[in-house]
């Protein structure tokens, strides 16, 4: 049981470019999420799907699309990658628990844009 | 004014303190609070979480939420070097709503 992997672990890319970060989870969870995290600012949504075939924008959606391939995987593309784009982007996966919602969380892509 | 706030820190405190975490909020329809504990370059993991006011007690952990006052705390006694991490609470409207608001985090170092 691997819980929530994402790919790649970091990257670094040009103003401009494209690239889609990878997330997977195994635990047969419904909603998945993406977040952003950067210094002071904590994490902050940028998209989710509550179940296979739907998303919604977050917080912070603008320069991101999102593609729920299948109840496993969400992905996470930049479409023309901007400086303002650099930070540490973590998927996560959602549990229903009496009491509480639990987020499962991935490692984590360090993405670095110059 | 920001939903969720929580001072950064960093927290140096030597080992064996009692060590007292603490967000304010703004929303006074938030019902569910966590506290999401994370180690340096790891996805945050879930502490603890209490539901409306009350304390709610794990092992050396314990977790308060005052309603009236929009205030949230979480307290580690007997603090070991295992506890240095990002400490985030976390807020929601409901069980059932998809969206949490996340404070900033305060890091914490845990010095033998």
């Not at chain 1, 303002?84 to 982007?89: A, D, E, G, L």
Request: glycine letters at 8%; a positive charge; hydrophobic letters at 30%.
């Amino acid at each position: 049981n691997a819980g929530v992997t994402q790919t790649p672990k970091f990257q670094v890319l040009k103003t401009g470019q494209s690239m889609t970060l990878q997330c997977a989870q195994d635990m047969n969870h419904n909603s998945m999420y993406w977040y952003r995290q950067d210094p002071g600012m904590g994490l902050r949504l940028i998209y989710y799907s509550a179940s296979e075939g739907t998303t919604d924008k977050g917080e912070v959606p603008n320069g991101y699309n999102v593609s729920r391939l299948n109840k496993r995987e969400f992905s996470l593309r930049l479409e023309s990658a901007a400086p303002s784009q650099t930070s540490v982007y973590f998927c996560a996966s959602k549990v229903r628990r009496t009491g509480v919602d639990e987020q499962f969380f991935g490692p984590g892509t360090r993405l670095t844009v110059l | 004014q920001k939903e969720v706030e929580q001072d950064p820190g960093p927290l140096s405190v030597p080992e064996g303190a009692i060590v007292s975490l603490n967000c304010t909020y703004s929303n006074s329809a938030f019902q569910y609070f966590m506290w999401y504990r994370q180690y340096s370059r790891k996805g945050p993991e879930l502490l603890m979480y209490t539901y409306s006011s009350g304390n709610k007690e794990d092992g050396r952990f314990t977790a308060q939420v005052d309603k009236s006052s929009k205030y949230i705390s979480l307290f580690i006694r007997d603090s070991q070097p295992s506890d240095s991490a990002t400490y985030l609470c976390a807020m929601s409207l409901s069980g059932g709503y998809n969206k949490l608001i996340f404070g900033a985090g305060t890091r914490l170092a845990v010095h033998p």
